[in-house]
């Protein structure tokens, strides 16, 4: 399989790191208008074009004039994504890498997106299905340059709802890479429970175990990942059991990983039901 390497260095902008933790943005209201722009392709469709294969990294050059519509599923506004946004589609989701920060102020959750994905990188990395905009030296993902977003990226209606799919730690697969996903009966194992979510002070990602408690699958698990730029860092983790939102992140040495985006989201006060 050839890889593709398409490079935009002659545009990118040099600048400093600026901090994941973001002030608060209550986002427009909801509505607006959709651009008229017709899709002819989808997520699956985009994966499909790599060979299958699970932790090789594979990237290929998309040539063909294509354009997908998503809806924003997860962003940057509590720091625990950086300079990517996860769309989702009918079809799955994806991982959209974006070199610039305070995406939620142009794409936030809910808002639908158009993207023309012509000479875009439809890439597998780690295990994880990804578009971006260039390889950097060494190998690793660039994202679209701020200054090229107009170009690729169409932003239509704000407040699109993406119903989750409900399941359960054993139906996991990477099938659901970057879509929302609901579990029921879940809880923070005892040694992760009433626990930080992340290191905030010394900025160290931390990944804390949930299992399910129901119904002859007890002890499945699974981890929420949190960085430590996260704005919901130094929040304790419940101690309860219950049902929890959050983004399906793949896995890492064969553990599911999830990413939270929002404390609210995460239901788990009801008596457990494992020890």
């Known amino acids: 399989m050839k890889k593709y390497v398409f490079s935009f260095l002659s545009l990118l902008l040099v600048s400093g790191m600026s901090s994941c933790i973001k ?9 607006g208008t959709d651009p008229n722009l017709t899709p002819n392709t989808t997520i699956a469709a985009l994966k499909a074009m790599l060979p299958s294969g699970g932790g090789a990294n594979f990237n290929l050059l998309i040539t063909q004039n294509l354009m997908i519509e998503a809806v924003v599923v997860a962003d940057d506004q509590s720091g625990n994504l950086y300079k990517s946004v996860a769309i989702e589609d009918s079809t799955g989701g994806i991982n959209l890498l974006l070199d610039g920060t305070y995406l939620y102020t142009k794409y936030p959750v809910g808002r639908r997106l158009f993207i023309n994905v012509t000479n875009l990188l439809i890439c597998r990395y780690n295990g994880l299905y990804e578009l971006a905009g260039y390889i950097q030296p060494g190998g690793k993902l660039g994202g679209i340059p701020s ?95 219950g049902t929890l939102l959050a983004v399906f992140d793949g896995y890492y040495n064969g553990t599911p990983q999830l990413l939270v985006r929002d404390t609210s989201e995460v239901n788990l006060y009801g008596p457990r039901l494992c020890p």
Not at 23 to 31: D, L, V
């Open 147 to 241: 200054p090229l977003f107009s170009q690729y990226i169409t932003a239509g209606k704000w407040g699109q709802y993406m119903a989750p799919k409900v399941i359960n730690v054993a139906q996991l697969s990477d099938a659901y890479q970057f879509e929302l996903v609901q579990f029921n009966n879940v809880q923070f194992i005892s040694g992760d429970m009433a626990q930080p979510y992340a290191d905030s002070y010394g900025l160290k990602s931390v990944s804390r175990t949930l299992e399910n408690c129901f119904n002859g699958i007890d002890g499945q698990t699974m981890v929420a990942y949190t960085s430590g730029y996260a704005n919901f860092a130094n929040v304790l983790t419940p101690s309860g059991n």
């Open 23 to 31: 002030e608060h943005y209550t986002g427009p209201p909801a509505g």
